[in-house]
């Protein structure tokens, strides 16, 4: 995830996950840490890590950012073991707080069981209420503790826990990609429709799960393929087999993976996602072509896009930000004056970049527009003569239910102005956005389609009518329906 964005109140994604599998003890918690690590850009949050040695399940987890929550005393604590899974989290849902840090560990009548999800449940307030009005307690407010309450209610008969995953999975609705470790299995599920992506890798003793490829080249594991839609994948001492019990859909992904979400050196569903902001570089040109000196991204995601224009343009492709990378979340300030400042010390246009030029600014998206009205601010101050922005994704006029922060129209300025207001809004020359019919021809070669519900308002399966991201956390005035003392 771009830290600018992070930093100005832009789009976020929920989460990563990461698990190993050992045929041997082995230090599986700092294979876990380092994939983190390559994931950290999926959530900023809060990060946690499980270790099973044997069955005896050690973790530690907190808010903040991989290497502000671990360091080399807490992980050797960990130990060693046989299995390990790890998350990454931003909040799509609940509130940013230790409680709702992942992966969670839950001990029920048949043992233990640590899981970590990545995904947002559209059924998760109704599956909450059906446990809490049988005397169920809840110590969070993410999805993952009703995903844990369906799949221990499952193994109360299931013969198994794969096949109380299995089981489960006929109740929740909507996007995860899962991790569950018990004493002896780690186990992958993602939903029929793929919303989020989940690969399988090897390593030398054993096995890996990440939510991108690109964790694998961290600790020089080797991708095998990616887990199918409504796949279940079991690794234990006996190696790998699947349940397809749930598979038949060739899968909807959220196609903002390739625009945004993911690294650009991770492979997904077959298709490199730097291939792919190349392409929408180059569609963006063909699309919306302009007459310009310079062609410049606003880091990190929309350089590639930014490179992919220049090629298919002609026009010289330059670095025309410097992004400070030293500042962390503790800098996020909450008054409105201090977010503005912050741009400036976290984004600094290129003066002998911009100057005197025409300039053509390419970026991801377009979320409530202050951001982008900040950038095109900068760029003027550096003395850019004109400045056309060109956005790598269509215009938002929708919620997004499976995962993204995108939780109602009124932050949208898409739904309250014309293209052309848009332009005047941010201060642009000119603006030109991406087609729905261009980003969905981003990853060519991909094994899947494409969900663009935030982008046309037709979503691959039913949704709710509202689904507010707090969606678990209210005033008393707020909630009627409940005796609440």
Same mark, same amino acid.
């Given at each position: 995830?771009?830290?600018?964005?992070?930093?100005?109140?832009?789009?976020?994604?929920?989460?990563?996950?990461?698990?190993?599998?050992?045929?041997?003890?082995?230090?599986?918690?700092?294979?876990?840490?380092?994939?983190?690590?390559?994931?950290?850009?999926?959530?900023?949050?809060?990060?946690?890590?499980?270790?099973?040695?044997?069955?005896?399940?050690?973790?530690?987890?907190?808010?903040?950012?991989?290497?502000?929550?671990? @360091?080399?005393? *807490?992980?050797?604590? !960990?130990?060693?073991?046989?299995?390990?899974? +790890?998350?990454?989290?931003? %909040? &799509?849902?609940?509130?940013?707080?230790?409680?709702?840090?992942?992966?969670?560990?839950?001990?029920?009548?048949?043992?233990?069981?640590?899981?970590?999800?990545?995904? @947002?449940?559209? *059924?998760?307030?109704? !599956?909450?209420?059906?446990?809490?009005?049988? +005397?169920?307690?809840?110590? %969070? &407010?993410?999805?993952?503790?009703?995903?844990?309450?369906?799949?221990?209610?499952?193994?109360?008969?299931?013969?198994?826990?794969?096949?109380?995953?299995?089981?489960?999975?006929?109740?929740?609705?909507?996007?995860?990609s899962i991790l569950v470790m018990s004493p002896k299995k780690l186990i992958a599920a993602r939903d029929p429709n793929g919303f989020r992506p989940l690969a399988l890798g090897k390593t030398g003793n054993g096995y890996v799960v990440s939510s991108e490829t690109c964790a694998f080249d961290s600790i020089g594991a080797t991708f095998i393929r990616d887990i199918r839609p409504g796949e279940v994948v079991v690794i234990d001492q006996n190696g790998v087999r699947s349940i397809e019990t749930h598979c038949g859909n060739k899968g909807t992904m959220c196609v903002f993976e390739y625009v945004y979400f993911a690294r650009p050196d991770s492979v997904i569903e077959g298709s490199s996602v730097h291939k792919a902001r190349l392409r929408a570089g180059k569609f963006l040109w063909r699309e919306h072509p302009v007459e310009a000196d310079v062609v410049i991204g606003v880091p990190d995601s929309g350089l590639d896009a930014a490179l992919g224009f220049s090629q298919e343009s002609k026009i010289p492709y330059g670095i025309g930000f410097v992004k400070n990378r030293y500042i962390g979340r503790t800098f996020i300030q909450p008054s409105q004056t201090e977010r503005t400042n912050s741009v400036k010390i976290k984004l600094n246009a290129i003066s002998d970049t911009v100057k005197g030029k025409r300039v053509v600014m390419i970026d991801d998206s377009i979320v409530r527009g202050t951001t982008s009205a900040r950038i095109v601010r900068l760029l003027r101050e550096a003395g850019a003569k004109e400045v056309h922005v060109r956005i790598s994704s269509p215009p938002f006029i929708a919620p997004c239910y499976f995962g993204?922060?995108?939780?109602?129209?009124?932050?949208?300025?898409?739904?309250?102005?014309?293209?052309?207001?848009?332009?005047?809004?941010?201060?642009?020359?000119?603006?030109?956005?991406?087609?729905?019919?261009?980003v969905k021809k981003l990853a060519?070669?991909?094994?899947?389609?494409?969900?663009?519900?935030?982008?046309?308002?037709?979503?691959?399966?039913?949704?709710?009518?509202?689904?507010?991201?707090?969606?678990?956390?209210?005033?008393?005035?707020?909630?009627?329906?409940?005796?609440?003392?």
């Open positions: 995830m771009s830290e600018l964005t992070e930093l100005t109140g832009g789009l976020h994604e929920e989460c990563g996950v990461f698990g190993v599998y050992s045929s041997e003890t082995a230090d599986v918690a700092a294979q876990t840490y380092m994939g983190l690590y390559a994931l950290q850009h999926r959530g900023q949050e809060s990060c946690g890590i499980v270790v099973n040695d044997d069955g005896l399940f050690s973790f530690h987890k907190d808010l903040g950012l991989v290497h502000e929550v671990f @360091n080399k005393e *807490n992980l050797e604590k !960990l130990g060693q073991g046989q299995i390990a899974i +790890g998350h990454v989290r931003y %909040s &799509t849902t609940g509130m940013s707080n230790r409680d709702n840090a992942q992966p969670l560990v839950v001990r029920h009548i048949k043992g233990p069981m640590s899981i970590a999800h990545n995904g @947002n449940l559209i *059924n998760a307030r109704e !599956l909450r209420d059906k446990f809490e009005l049988e +005397g169920a307690i809840f110590h %969070s &407010t993410n999805d993952t503790e009703v995903i844990s309450y369906e799949i221990t209610k499952a193994r109360l008969t299931a013969p198994s826990i794969e096949a109380a995953v299995e089981k489960a999975m006929y109740q929740i609705k909507g996007a995860y993204t922060d995108i939780d109602s129209k009124e932050n949208l300025i898409a739904c309250k102005m014309t293209v052309p207001e848009i332009c005047q809004s941010i201060g642009a020359d000119s603006l030109g956005y991406l087609s729905v019919e261009g060519g070669n991909a094994r899947c389609d494409f969900c663009t519900g935030c982008f046309t308002e037709k979503y691959p399966m039913e949704v709710p009518k509202e689904m507010p991201k707090d969606k678990f956390e209210f005033k008393i005035s707020d909630q009627l329906q409940f005796n609440v003392d």
